[in-house]
């Protein structure tokens, strides 16, 4: 089992910055994948950011510019740095975990974008 718990959500300006942490606990594997999702009301799940245990991240191209993935893998502790944030970006952000055979999710935080 893999615990994750995002902290960092919040009511941001539109313009602002926000920094999420994903803390990941538990049986964590050598070999991994920890990655940030969105779901906005009404819309589906979708990718943000990846970063594998060897430091390699990868951005849809939609999400490429404003948001920044990084991970201190001795505080096994996966980042998003967010700027520049639109109304468009209000969502329910959830930390993943991907081993060779297990899968896990946060329980999200709650990102707002508004004046």
């Known amino acids: 089992q893999v615990q994750l718990v995002e902290s960092g959500g919040g009511l941001v300006q539109p313009g602002g910055s926000l920094r999420l942490s994903c803390a990941a606990s538990?049986?964590?594997?050598?070999?991994?994948?920890m990655g940030w999702y969105r779901q906005a009301p009404g819309k589906q799940r979708e990718l943000v950011a990846t970063?594998?245990?060897?430091?390699?991240?990868n951005y849809p191209d939609s999400m490429k510019g404003r948001f920044t993935i990084s991970r201190d893998g001795a505080k096994n502790t996966a980042y998003l740095q967010m700027n520049s944030l639109k109304s468009e970006d209000t969502a329910v952000y959830y930390c993943n975990y991907r081993g060779r055979r297990t899968e896990y999710w946060g329980r999200g935080t709650q990102v707002t974008v508004s004046s």
């Open positions: 970063i594998t245990s060897g430091g390699f991240t």
């Open positions: 538990g049986s964590i594997g050598t070999i991994y994948t």
